[in-house]
């Protein structure tokens, strides 16, 4: 059964609130790693996320450990400002187990794109193939596109300025990263792996019992019922085979 958390009062305050389990967690990770890399630099060959590493050398926990590493102070402030701005709602509202669940699911989807447009004729993949990423961005705009989708008319302030639903809100920022990502425009971003983040956290979120996720769990639970009907001999016999029939 999951823990949930009670929404904050009503009263006018900067922020959702007071900090959640899971958010407080993940920052504590974050900073305690941060004050790491700067005793020791080199922390970042060995954790950040560079594709010549993983497929070449086969250092398969790069795609997690990125996560926890930052280029510098502003870096880790903003992340760890926009996760508990926009995590500690959806933590409320989901559970902290599902709230963790989510976050690593678009940090590893966020990895994921990064390590596939590394390989593509694309502008910029050749460096982004040598070059470490790092930071929790990815994982961070996968948070802000649930947010987006569970409080759509939430108002956000652009440039602290200009009052955005929140829904509106993500769709400049992915249609900005995507242009980015294809012009190759980086300028020391790692605009797909913010990409990844929304993408993978879209898919996630909608993918639901009817959906993509819905539907390889299917395939799955398929194929191995069907393994093991072969294994030891069971057979349908006359009798239509229900397994294959959707319940609507």
Known sequence: MMRRYRYASSVQSFGPGGISPAIKMIIWANVG?????????????????????????????????YLFLHGGFSHILFNMLALWMFGVELERLWGTEAFIKYYFVT???????????ALLPMPGADQMYAIPTIGASGAIYGVLLAFALYYPDRPIY??????????????????????????????GVSHSAHLGGLVAGYLYLKG????????????????KMNRLRRRF?????GRRDDWNDRIH
């Open 33 to 65: 790693v941060f004050v790491m890399q700067r005793l020791a630099p080199g922390l970042v060959i060995f954790f950040g996320l560079t594709p010549a590493a993983v497929f070449e050398r086969f250092w398969l926990w790069q795609p997690v450990t």
């Open 107 to 117: 940090g590893l989807g966020a990895a994921a794109t990064v390590l596939i447009w």
């Open 158 to 187: 652009m440039y602290f300025l200009f009052p955005v639903p929140a829904k509106y809100f993500v769709m400049i920022i992915g249609a900005f990263v995507f242009m980015s990502s294809v012009s190759g425009a980086g300028g």
């Open 208 to 223: 639901g019992t009817g959906g993509l996720i819905g539907e390889l769990k299917y395939q799955y639970i398929k194929w």
């Open 233 to 237: 001999g069971v057979h349908p016999g």
